[in-house]
């Protein structure tokens, strides 16, 4: 409500800026949480300066619908000072082929690993990102099944600041440059835990009702 993005766990609130849609129907049927819709221009959602994720394990993720592709390269979440590759922390994006693209800067390297599966427009999707180095695995999840992922020596931590803003819907620092457009829901960033596949899909299916009404008569 208002102009702030409420954090339920009490950690990060956020900011509406500009002319962010709330209240609008979210992913999930039933819920009472609504969803923010983005209007693919300079609206977004600022998580300023928050902490940084943990560098050993971090999870996360939300429910999107892409209405219109407004640009090239849409954000969906991302910790960046600029959209110059070699400027950002973590990254949740759209390539121009309309497939998941999640960047991590792990040590001083930067991991980009593009997803296999076409995004449509106007369809729900749950995209969750894990980061685990214990097991040296970085991963990229659509609808509780993997999309894209790392399998090789991660031999550092991730590299994550609090020095830099945090934004949903487009990427920080100028307001319109790569921005989302469609509702996004659910949003989740959960520090110190890495999910397991497991996990994620059941997430995902525990979240998918099985029958949807369509009218009622009493």
Known sequence: AGLTAVDEQGQNDGTYVNAVTRSVEGALL???????????????????NMA???????????????????????????????KNWSDRHW???????????LTLRVGNTIYEMEGQTTL???QWCFVVCVFNRNTQRIRLYLNGE???GWDGVVDAGLN???????WIGD????????PWEGPIDEV??????????????????DSIPNVKIVSWDN
Do not use: H
């Open 30 to 48: 039933g819920d009472a949480d609504t969803a923010a819709e983005f209007g693919g221009s300079t609206d977004y959602v600022n998580l300023g």
């Open 52 to 82: 940084s994720l943990s560098a050993n394990r971090m999870t996360f993720g939300c429910w999107l619908r892409a209405d219109a592709w407004a640009c090239s390269w849409p954000r969906i979440m991302s910790r960046a000072s600029s």
């Open 91 to 101: 990254e949740l994006m759209v390539t121009p082929q309309r497939k998941l693209m």
């Open 120 to 122: 449509q427009l106007g």
């Open 146 to 148: 993997r999309d894209a």
């Open 160 to 166: 994550d600041t609090d020095t830099i803003e945090a």
């Open 171 to 178: 990427c920080p620092t100028v307001p319109g440059q790569c």
């Open 188 to 205: 989740f960033i959960i520090t110190g835990r890495a999910l397991t596949p497991p996990e994620v899909k059941e997430l995902y299916e």
